[in-house]
C-alpha cells in the first residue's frame, strides 16, 4: 500500500546513456514533482506537474524530459547522462490546494540514487 | 532570494530536548513544512504549520513560527537516538518546496 513509489532504487550507469526513473502514486493527487539530492544533502525542485501545466526549474538541463503517461504516474527521462548527474532523485505528489489546511502538503517516494561511471 | 537557512549541526544527548531553527523568505508562503531523512531513506513528512498559527505541537514536536521575523523551529522533547536524522525546513513558493541545506541531528547515548 506504498503511496509514492519509485523504479530503481538504485541504478548504476555509464556516462552517455541514457535512463529512465518511474514514479508511481496511489494518492490521487493531480500533481507530481521530482527534486534531485546532491551529495550534499541539498534538495532542489526540478519539475512540476498536473494534468494542465509542466513547471519547469530554469537551472534543469533540457537532457532531463518529464513524461507522465497518466495521471498516477511521472517518469523521468534522462538523455547523454553526465557524471554531475549523479544524486539522489525523489518523486512527490500532492493535491493542489484551495488553501485548505494540509491540502497541498507534498508527500515523498524513496528516491532512486543514480550513479553515473 | 529563495533561501530557506539552517544550521547545518546539532549534537544533543538523550533525553534532552533538541531545537532546531529555520529562517525562511518568503512572507506569502501558506504553509511551512519539517521533513525528516534518515540515512539513506527517503524524505518523511514530519509536520506543517499554517502561516496563522504561532505553534503546532504534535506528541513530542513542537513547532513554533515567527511569522514577523520569518523565523520556524522544530523542538524534539525527550530525544532519542532514533531521532538521529537530517531534518529539512521547506516553504512552499508557487507549486515548489523550497527546501534548506539540512540539519544534521545527532544524538548520543
Known amino acids: 500500500d506504498t503511496a509514492v513509489s519509485q523504479t530503481p532504487k538504485y541504478l548504476v550507469t555509464q556516462m552517455g546513456n541514457d535512463k529512465s526513473i518511474k514514479c508511481e502514486q496511489n494518492l490521487g493527487h493531480d500533481t507530481m514533482y521530482w527534486y534531485k539530492q546532491d551529495s550534499k544533502k541539498f534538495l532542489k525542485i526540478m519539475f512540476s506537474?498536473?494534468?494542465?501545466?509542466?513547471?519547469i526549474n530554469e537551472t534543469v538541463p533540457n537532457r532531463f524530459s518529464p513524461k507522465s503517461p497518466d495521471k498516477a504516474h511521472l517518469n523521468l527521462h534522462i538523455n547523454s547522462l553526465e557524471l554531475g548527474d549523479s544524486a539522489v532523485y525523489f518523486c512527490?505528489?500532492?493535491?493542489?490546494?484551495?488553501?485548505?489546511?494540509?491540502?497541498?502538503?507534498?508527500?515523498f517516494g524513496p528516491g532512486t540514487r543514480l550513479l553515473v561511471l | 532570494g529563495e533561501d530557506v537557512e539552517q544550521s547545518l549541526f546539532l549534537s544533543v544527548r538523550e533525553g534532552d530536548s533538541s531545537v532546531i531553527n529555520c529562517t525562511y523568505t518568503d512572507s506569502s508562503s501558506t504553509y511551512l513544512y519539517w521533513y525528516k531523512q534518515e540515512p539513506g531513506a527517503g524524505l518523511q513528512l514530519l509536520t506543517y504549520i499554517f502561516s496563522n498559527m504561532d505553534m503546532k505541537q504534535d506528541q513530542r514536536l513542537t513547532v513554533l513560527l515567527n511569522k514577523k521575523d520569518k523565523h520556524l523551529s522544530l523542538r524534539i522533547a525527550d530525544t532519542q537516538t532514533g531521532d538521529s536524522a537530517i531534518y529539512f525546513c521547506?516553504?512552499?513558493?508557487?507549486?515548489?518546496?523550497?527546501f534548506g541545506k539540512g540539519t544534521t541531528l545527532s544524538v548520543s547515548s
Open positions: 512527490a505528489s500532492s493535491q493542489e490546494g484551495q488553501g485548505l489546511r494540509g491540502k497541498e502538503t507534498q508527500y
Open positions: 506537474y498536473n494534468n494542465k501545466e509542466l513547471i
Open positions: 521547506a516553504e512552499m513558493a508557487g507549486t515548489a518546496l523550497i
